[in-house]
């Protein structure tokens, strides 16, 4: 038989009509399943919306208290305050996480090789034990080559006739020595010298602690520096030491010391960028917060200064007054045009930096002086009117000056240790070198009346251009006015 089945007439045909009932049943099920309509497969699109991690922050400075473990290369640190001195600029927050993944320090801190993290520490100790020191000078002295008042200060050790070597020094906190650099030659006359060695320290990329005139490195340091003599090229990348780890030994001389944040520059430098060449000192901030309460609490008795701000200051200029630092023109600011004597153009108007009522007059040109470096600084006699308060409408000013001496104040006497060895103890009214006083009272710096100075005439042209002229042992009344001899300064 055969059986055809068209779809599309719904018809079926067929020959023979034997088992007719099983060919119907059978052609009904070929119905259902050839002509039934093709399933709709329905398609939904679907719309999957990712929810976003959150995206890492890279903390590139960590600023937990870092413990180094690379090793780096170079570079290096406020006296009763002029009433406007600007105070410091923070130049970013410091932080102070967690230590991170990525160490890898900022543009403005890869010089500081081996550092990382930012942000300030708490020190742990001195950098000298306190029986080896008598006193610390504050920030701010002006002397001899520092015509401008000085970014660090200085440890007095306790017998000078033992010579050098005599006492340890050690490093304050962790940290990454970065820079270090031997000195062969004196630094105001340029004549060679035993050498001295200058460390800085960075506890994290941001924050530093400086070291220098060291009569000698600690044997370990001095080992790993002559590897590479801080050649990046060779390898340098900076020493980490610990807490408390022994970094050289000072004797027959002070101490430098200081402290820098690079996230603060002060603001009583007008155009900090005019201290490029010593680019730490625009950083220069107080130490003393930063030691604990036990540590702080000595250093402060046998420093020198006993008034607020106790670190003493650097920065004093006031725009449009005489107060603060000047460079005569076309000198190259501080850097200065011979980098052997480049103090030669400097000039500055500051308060003592032990005794902030006395103002004082340095510049580093002083005609006829027997100094190693060619500059001179001297005391202001009865500074009236203040170089605080003098602009340009005051005119022309003149100020008598005179060598100095330091007195207690009334009713008091200076204790003086007897030698240099250390040994006794004697009581004075007055006394020139403070590196022997016991720093027990407020010192007074006072006009030394042994002889004149000289005169100094000062004039305001422009709010930062400054004509001065200087004439040695005169007195007020044989000066009448500016020669052919006065020089200008600006800032």
Not at 24 to 41: A, D, Q, R, V
Not at 458 to 477: C, H, M, N
């Amino acid at each position: 038989m055969l059986l055809i089945y068209d779809c599309t007439s719904d018809k079926i045909n067929y020959h023979g009509f034997i088992m007719k009932k099983l060919l119907l049943l059978i052609g009904i099920l070929i119905l259902t399943l050839g002509c039934s309509p093709e399933p709709e497969i329905v398609y939904k699109e679907i719309i999957v919306t990712a929810t976003p991690l959150p995206e890492a922050t890279a903390t590139l400075f960590p600023t937990a208290t870092p413990i180094p473990t690379a090793a780096p290369t170079q570079v290096p640190p406020t006296a009763t305050p002029v009433s406007s001195t600007p105070e410091s600029t923070p130049v970013s927050e410091s932080t102070n996480t967690s230590s991170g993944q990525n160490n890898m320090p900022d543009e403005k801190y890869e010089d500081f090789h081996g550092c990382f993290g930012t942000g300030t520490v708490m020190f742990d100790q001195s950098p000298m034990y306190y029986e080896d020191f008598i006193s610390i000078r504050p920030y701010g002295q002006i002397s001899g080559a520092h015509v401008t008042p000085i970014d660090h200060m200085y440890f007095n050790p306790m017998d000078r006739s033992l010579g050098r070597d005599s006492y340890e020094v050690r490093a304050i906190d962790d940290g990454v020595i970065y820079y270090i650099k031997p000195r062969d030659v004196s630094v105001d006359s340029g004549k060679e010298k035993l050498r001295e060695w200058r460390i800085d320290i960075a506890h994290t990329c941001s924050f530093h602690s400086y070291f220098d005139l060291l009569t000698s490195l600690s044997q370990d340091i001095l080992d790993e520096w002559e590897l590479s003599k801080g050649k990046t090229d060779l390898g340098w990348n900076g020493i980490p030491v610990k807490s408390g780890q022994l970094i050289g030994r000072i004797g027959g001389q002070t101490l430098d010391f200081g402290v820098y944040n690079y996230e603060v520059v002060l603001g009583g430098f007008i155009f900090p960028e005019h201290y490029s060449s010593e680019s730490w000192k625009i950083h220069t901030v107080d130490p003393f917060p930063h030691f604990p309460d036990e540590v702080r609490e000595v250093l402060l008795q046998k420093n020198l200064r006993k008034v607020e701000p106790f670190a003493g200051k650097i920065d004093y200029d006031i725009d449009g007054k005489l107060s603060g630092n000047w460079f005569e023109v076309d000198t190259n600011w501080f850097a200065g045009k011979d980098s052997h004597k480049y103090w030669n153009g400097h000039l500055s108007i500051a308060p003592n930096h032990i005794d902030p009522t006395a103002w004082m007059f340095a510049i580093g040109n002083w005609p006829g002086t027997t100094s190693s470096s060619g500059a001179a600084d001297f005391k202001i006699v009865n500074a009236e009117p203040s170089p605080g308060n003098v602009g340009v409408e005051q005119g022309i000013v003149k100020y008598e000056l005179a060598a100095y001496k330091y007195c207690p104040e009334s009713g008091s006497k200076i204790k003086v240790i007897a030698h240099i060895s250390g040994a006794g103890l004697n009581l004075t009214d007055c006394k020139k070198s403070i590196s022997l006083i016991i720093p027990d009272t407020q010192l007074l710096a006072k006009d030394n009346p042994s002889g004149d100075a000289g005169v100094i005439l000062v004039q305001l042209i422009e709010p930062r251009f400054l004509k001065v002229e200087v004439f040695p042992d005169k007195k007020l009344s044989d000066v009448d006015g500016f020669t052919e001899d006065a020089k200008l300064y600006e800032r």
